[in-house]
């Protein structure tokens, strides 16, 4: 949220995570006009201040893999609830993201002009907010909630939207674009809650993947996917896709090919062992229990592999319902399994370079000051960074944001 012109604030005596070197360099920086003007021992003194001696300033977290509108874990729910309540309790969702230490997010199913405009004019307090409009989704695909022994007719589309062949598709990534669009998500296998479908088989035609992503390689974008089998992902992969989402059950060559095209992964641990250990408290159905179990442990073993293979590893949490607040422990699941600078790099300099953004996920003069000031060493103590507990300070665009209640 972009705060006064020429509002300044100086960060001082800090010892600073760039968002890539593992070294800490102790330095005080000074932001003017949402953006780090100055790096070094000694920099312009603004009247407001924060003395960061003794912590560790780092570059605000993003969330690569958000859902705004996912109020619930039933796809029904939001899919046809009333659209003012699923606004209001988004806002809420990004707002307590924020204060969690995301300055930025991006909502891969979901999301709309509307909400974009309110984060825009600061109407509500939030992240940096990058959406995609509701998923597109075969029939009978992940995003299809309908039960197939009941003939309902959804007639609105919040996260998903079943959009099948070529010309039609076409048609919903432009009318995504024209709606201001970060990017366009497919689902492009089946999924943990979803009804009908098996988890491993790909979904969409090659012909269909491919108008998506030729229109949005058109439009300067590109197209996330949610994946889960190496089938799947070397399907969306082969045809254009450039963002993996989940990507659980991939093997060995298969991260190879995605290296070789260039293929990001975003992993999103925390979903899996929210599910796995508050499933009867949010009332999940035994089928979506039994694939949660299917996709827990094969995550982490997907993140060794495609570090091994060289891809570039992204960060998200797809938290649904009430287990948004399980959003940072996603951090500690990730650093377990790829070493905590790796896991640092995934939520700030590399999900920075998926979404487009070279002027976040930084700290260098020109960055945006999106910072979260942590009260300990990550690299000693990563729990700094996961436990909400822990006192942490959030700046967005230069400006401190309050505290959690």
Not at 25 to 32: G, I, K, T, W
Not at 84 to 108: K, N
Request: charged fraction near 25%.
């Amino acid at each position: 949220m972009p705060g006064p012109a020429n509002d300044d604030l100086t960060i001082e005596h800090a010892l600073v995570f760039d968002g890539w070197s593992q070294d800490l360099r102790e330095a005080s920086l000074y932001v003017r006009d949402g953006a780090i003007a100055e790096i070094g021992d000694r920099v312009t003194r603004a009247d407001r201040t924060i003395d960061a001696r003794g912590r560790v300033v780092m570059p605000g977290l993003i969330d690569a893999h958000f859902h705004a509108y996912a109020v619930s874990l039933h796809n029904l729910e939001f899919d046809a609830g009333p659209l003012s309540y699923i606004a209001l309790a988004g806002a809420r969702r990004l707002r307590r993201a924020l204060r969690r230490g995301f300055t930025t997010v991006r909502d891969v199913a979901g999301g709309d002009i509307g909400l974009a405009r309110a984060v825009e004019t600061g109407l509500i307090p939030a992240p940096r907010y990058l959406y995609t409009g509701p998923a597109l989704s075969q029939t009978g695909g992940h995003g299809d909630a309908r039960p197939g022994d009941l003939d309902l007719c959804v007639h609105t589309a919040r996260m998903n939207e079943v959009v099948d062949g070529v010309e039609n598709l076409r048609v919903a990534v432009r009318e995504r674009f024209r709606t201001g669009a970060h990017a366009i998500k497919i689902m492009a296998s089946g999924g943990v809650l979803s009804p009908t479908d098996p988890l491993r088989p790909a979904q969409y035609s090659a012909e269909e993947i491919r108008a998506v992503t030729d229109e949005a390689a058109r439009r300067g974008s590109y197209v996330a996917a949610h994946a889960y089998a190496s089938e799947a992902v070397r399907h969306a992969v082969g045809n254009g896709v450039r963002s993996v989402e989940h990507g659980n059950l991939i093997d060995g060559p298969t991260a190879a090919l995605m290296a070789e095209h260039g293929a990001y992964l975003v992993p999103t641990l925390a979903t899996y062992d929210a599910m796995d250990r508050r499933g009867d408290e949010v009332g999940i159905p035994g089928t979506g229990r039994a694939k949660n179990r299917e996709v827990l442990d094969a995550g982490r073993t997907a993140v060794e592999r495609a570090h091994a293979a060289g891809v570039r590893v992204g960060f998200g949490t797809d938290l649904m319902g009430d287990l948004e607040d399980d959003q940072l422990l996603g951090l500690r699941l990730q650093a377990e399994a790829s070493g905590t600078l790796a896991c640092l790099r995934s939520a700030t300099s590399v999900n920075a370079d998926l979404i487009g953004r070279p002027d976040l996920g930084r700290i260098e003069p020109g960055a945006r000051a999106d910072l979260l000031v942590l009260d300990g060493d990550p690299f000693t103590d990563l729990a700094v960074l996961w436990d909400e507990r822990r006192p942490r300070q959030v700046v967005r665009d230069g400006v401190i944001q309050p505290a959690p209640a």
